[in-house]
């Protein structure tokens, strides 16, 4: 009987010290995700609606200098430029995020952060009055480093403060105000609000009120308390830390937890990209984010956008209210996003991922045969509006989301920057590569280039099912052990002798505090 009570107990306790969302966790959550990450989505579309008037403004601004009207290709190349900074700016800003997030740590980044997106702001929405042009390129690349930081940074400072079983809800965070930034870029690009002549500058000078209010807000939140314990060694922070956020002073458990984590860790100190790259104890977690986040930027979410407004048209939709379906497909991206945020704890992430690119890879599939079909059978449009729908659906619950949260997971405190600075380059350097090159596949294949997605959706699906884990309220301990079983070829007895040897010790110090308490 004594054994089932102890087990009883040891279950009840584990339910009762079950994280919760706080009010602490979740304002930070919040001031995290809106400061940061919905800059993100709102400079993504932000010179879409004001595209016309800005190439207006870059051709006068040329004529007032020269005299002489700007030649199209050179305007075309200075359009071109503008575009495609914000994703090397991003590629830029992912190689600074280790040695920023070690010295400064997660919080100080994300403050640091916001000087680039208030400097870029004031000089995007003063560059009408400047006449310059070159201001706006310039500040497109300072909003691509601060977008690089934050989609990285964001992810791992919210990732180390969730509890576990909260870990993968508030990692989906981030995601929905991405989305939420571009819907609001959508909304506020109309023609009838900001997205004129007169209005363009004032649209990309409001992206820096979220940094501003960041900037106000955040130094009142603790740090990750994962830093301070196991980069920084202050014990007593970061016990303070996690009181605040978990709303108990009982933390214990996961003080201990983190400290198993540093202790197993120590003699590998702060790996660099290049040590990660050549450690073989990790090579499965590596290729794991290399392919996921490949599949999220090279799957079609870029081409599928593009390709919205004309198959809304030929669904016969009018040219001048494209714009306002725009909106919707946004809204839609909000909305399943958001349900991701509900549904990732309960149904896991491998479901979601599986899920999300399963319906990407379909949809790519069948919106090939509808769009190749849609001028000999009539319904066959509508059957594409169903595709893209279905396919902004997959994405926003899973490829989207997801992988940054599997990022936080998969990886140790002394690996994990390293290994946001390789997923988050892959993630930039795909993105300005669909950028570059997919106008001259929609030119060279049409309607063909989305069979090159649904491919690449299928080998990602079929990689992730055969090689990602699980790791739905697990420690970070628990995962890495899953996948040092991956790695079984490479796993290494000391560390495996070390972790014994903690629980040992751990399964003591429990034993004489009982003897103690029986005394």
Excluded at 419 to 444: I, K, Q, R, T
Aim: glycine content about 8%; some cysteine; proline content about 3%.
């Amino acid at each position: 009987m004594e054994p089932n009570k102890d087990k009883q107990e040891s279950s009840d306790s584990e339910e009762g010290t079950k994280g919760k969302m706080t009010l602490s966790l979740a304002l930070v959550t919040l001031i995290s995700a809106f400061g940061s990450s919905f800059q993100y989505g709102y400079n993504v579309s932000v010179i879409n609606s004001p595209a016309p008037y800005m190439q207006d403004f870059y051709n006068q601004t040329y004529t007032d200098r020269h005299g002489v009207f700007m030649d199209k290709n050179f305007q075309t190349l200075l359009w071109s430029l503008t575009v495609s900074m914000y994703p090397l700016g991003g590629f830029f800003g992912s190689l600074m995020v280790g040695p920023l997030v070690n010295n400064c740590g997660r919080k100080g980044t994300l403050l640091i952060n916001n000087l680039f997106s208030i400097a870029a702001a004031i000089l995007m929405g003063t560059s009408e009055i400047a006449k310059t042009f070159e201001v706006i390129i310039l500040s497109r690349v300072i909003m691509g480093i601060y977008a690089g930081l934050a989609s990285n940074v964001v992810p791992m400072f919210l990732g180390e403060m969730a509890p576990k079983n909260l870990r993968g809800a508030i990692g989906v965070v981030p995601q929905l105000f991405i989305t939420i930034g571009i819907l609001i870029a959508q909304i506020l690009g109309l023609n009838s609000i900001l997205g004129n002549v007169e209005g363009w500058p004032v649209l990309l000078g409001l992206t820096g009120i979220p940094s501003v209010i960041q900037l106000l807000t955040l130094p009142f939140f603790p740090e990750s308390p994962r830093y301070l314990l196991i980069q920084k060694g202050n014990e007593e922070q970061a016990r303070q830390a996690l009181q605040r956020l978990r709303g108990w002073d009982d933390v214990d458990d996961e003080i201990e937890e983190m400290r198993l984590e540093d202790q197993s860790e120590k003699e590998e100190g702060q790996m660099s990209v290049l040590t990660l790259c050549t450690f073989r104890g990790l090579r499965w977690q590596l290729i794991s984010i290399v392919v996921m986040m490949m599949g999220q930027q090279l799957s079609g979410v870029n081409a599928v956008f593009y390709y919205a407004d004309r198959i809304f048209q030929s669904a016969g939709v009018e040219t001048n209210n494209v714009q306002y379906v725009t909106v919707s497909i946004g809204a839609i991206n909000v909305v399943m996003t958001c349900l991701a945020v509900f549904i990732v704890e309960s149904l896991g992430r491998r479901i979601l991922l599986l899920a999300g690119f399963g319906l990407c890879c379909g949809s790519c599939a069948v919106l090939t045969l509808a769009l190749n079909l849609q001028n000999t059978v009539s319904w066959m449009s509508y059957l594409s509006i169903v595709c893209v729908i279905l396919y902004i659906i997959g994405h926003a619950i899973g490829a989207s989301p997801i992988p940054f949260v599997m990022i936080t997971e998969m990886f140790l405190q002394s690996s994990r920057p390293a290994a946001f600075m390789v997923g988050g380059s892959v993630h930039w350097l795909c993105n300005f590569a669909v950028g570059l090159l997919f106008l001259y596949m929609e030119a060279g294949l049409g309607a063909y280039s989305f069979l090159i997605f649904c491919a690449i959706c299928l080998v990602t699906m079929v990689y992730i099912f055969f090689v990602v884990p699980e790791t739905k309220n697990k420690t970070f301990m628990e995962i890495n052990r899953i996948m040092a079983k991956r790695n079984k070829v490479e796993i290494q007895t000391e560390k495996e002798e070390l972790m014994d040897i903690h629980t040992i010790q751990a399964g003591q110090a429990e034993k004489k505090e009982i003897s103690n308490s029986d005394l």
